[in-house]
């Protein structure tokens, strides 16, 4: 029977926050229920479920707050597509498809319709311990169609407590769940056909179809103004860096021009010392080799003598003066 589900398990509850486990209403204290006045029981075929519409009775009888709406789910098929799904008896689905559960018949009215349109991703908002959850999942064709053993009803895994007998509710209600399971056919198909229950659908699609253009809308316009801002900061660190930078070059040629000046100055003077003692150098050992050849062919040693000083020392002075 798990075939019959083609892309669920009860891992998909748990991961939309349904814990898979006994449930037990806590909302309101439960009162001892007899069969005789809760009402008539749905079997759907798209879940393989017994379903009870909620009215004060189903409400003080499963202990379920004043504002409870939907369908409870009483009793499930062992491998069927709520046992498989993790829908669990206790459990009160409120929408399928966003559209909000009355009746449990609403829920095969709204699965077979889609069904016809080639739809078989289904949404269904579920109570559990007070808790609501979102989940979506997958019916097929063949699933919602698979006939149902009626007679086997009174062993599937069912909602009990203290106040809570199913196997008393069942034996009360038999004849009806049998009777209703033959008729619910017919009665589906002639109004998911009418034009009330389609245009009904189509309102909701378009309302749904609107909302969710909203929400991408107001999300598409939060990511531009977030960008925006992202580009706008991005920009003023970009200025603020460059600022920075023209600041520090401008700083470096300042300095680069003071030791420019100072440096060529330093330059000149140590040419100037160079040539100096250079000059002086040459002077003095020309002079005074011309000098003291002179001086010693016209006065003899003594003359040789003072004119190489004399002469030393003038070609000296000449040659350093010339060569500075």
């Known amino acids: 029977m798990t075939s019959r589900l083609r892309t669920t398990s ?31 029981p749905y079997v759907s075929r798209a879940l393989d479920a017994v379903l009870l519409p909620i009215d004060d009775a189903v409400a003080d009888a499963f202990g379920l707050g004043p504002d409870a709406y939907g369908a409870l789910v009483l009793a499930t098929q062992p491998g ?3 046992d498989a799904a993790g829908i669990l008896p206790g459990d009160v689905i409120e929408t399928v498809q966003t559209r909000q559960i009355a009746d449990p018949i609403q829920i095969d009215e709204v699965v077979l319709y889609w069904l016809n349109q080639g739809i078989s991703d289904f949404a269904f908002d579920i ?32 909602y009990s407590s203290e106040s809570f007998s199913y196997e008393s509710w069942y034996a009360e209600y038999s004849e009806t769940i ?49 960008s925006t801002e992202e580009t706008a900061t991005e920009e003023v660190t970009t200025d603020e860096t ?16 003071t030791a420019g000046t100072e440096d060529p100055g330093a330059g ?3 040419a100037e010392d160079t040539g100096g003692d250079a000059g002086g150098d040459a002077g003095g050992d020309s002079g005074g080799d011309a000098g ?13 003598d003072s004119g190489g000083d004399a002469g030393g020392d003038s070609g000296g002075d000449a040659g350093g003066d010339d060569a500075g």
Do not use: C, H, K, N
Request: charged share 20%; net charge negative; aromatic share 6%.
């Open 268 to 270: 000149d003077a140590g």
């Open 242 to 257: 460059a600022t920075e930078d023209a600041g520090t070059d401008g700083g470096a040629v300042d300095d680069g021009d």
């Open 10 to 40: 009860q891992a998909a509850l748990l991961s939309f926050g349904i814990t898979v486990g006994a449930f037990v209403p806590a909302l309101v204290t439960p009162v001892a229920a007899q069969a005789q006045t809760l009402p008539a």
């Open 292 to 304: 003291g050849d002179s001086g010693g062919d016209a006065g003899g040693d003594a003359g040789g």
């Open 80 to 82: 069927g597509w709520a």
């Open 127 to 158: 109570w559990r311990d007070g808790q609501l959850a979102s989940s979506s999942w997958t019916i097929t064709e063949d699933s919602y169609y698979q006939v149902i053993e009626i007679t086997t009803i009174s062993s599937w895994s069912s």
């Open 178 to 226: 049998s009777e209703s399971y033959s008729s619910s056919e017919t009665l589906i198909e002639e109004t998911i056909t009418s034009e009330e229950f389609t245009s009904e659908v189509t309102t909701e699609e378009t309302v749904t179809e609107e909302t969710v253009t909203e929400e991408m809308a107001t999300e598409e316009t939060a990511t531009e103004e977030t």
